[in-house]
């Protein structure tokens, strides 16, 4: 996939991004750079590999830090409400914004 001026002018457009024209060359290639980087790892089999929840397991063995799924905190529902302007059954009343 290759950029064109117009791409990076629409791209900047979308981004709300102000380039001068020589910024805008300068993204053009580094864009382009970085598709071509894409599409050399996107060319790579990885058929059969295992995917790594870290890098580090490549090199090392690695123990995930799991810490036990267990309530901390208690309920506060009603001190979080008091300062709502309409509460009921435990919900936030809104006036209707949408007909």
């Known amino acids: ?9 629409r791209i900047a457009h979308l981004a709300r ?4 024209p020589d910024e805008s060359a300068s993204l053009l290639g ?3 750079d970085f598709f071509e980087i894409v ?8 058929a ?3 995917p790594l929840y870290t890098p ?7 123990q995930l830090r799991l810490r036990d799924d267990a309530v901390t905190e208690s309920n506060q529902r ?3 409400q008091r300062s709502a302007p309409a509460v009921e059954d435990g919900l936030f ?6 007909e």
């Open 17 to 20: 991004l102000e380039l001068r």
């Open 78 to 80: 009603e001190l979080n």
């Open 30 to 32: 580094n864009l382009n």
């Open 93 to 98: 009343l809104v006036p209707k914004v949408i």
């Open 39 to 46: 599409a050399q790892m996107g060319a790579v089999d990885t």
């Open 56 to 62: 580090l397991s490549a090199i090392q063995q690695v």
């Open 48 to 50: 059969g590999v295992e």
């Open 1 to 9: 996939m290759s950029l064109t001026p117009d791409d990076v002018s």
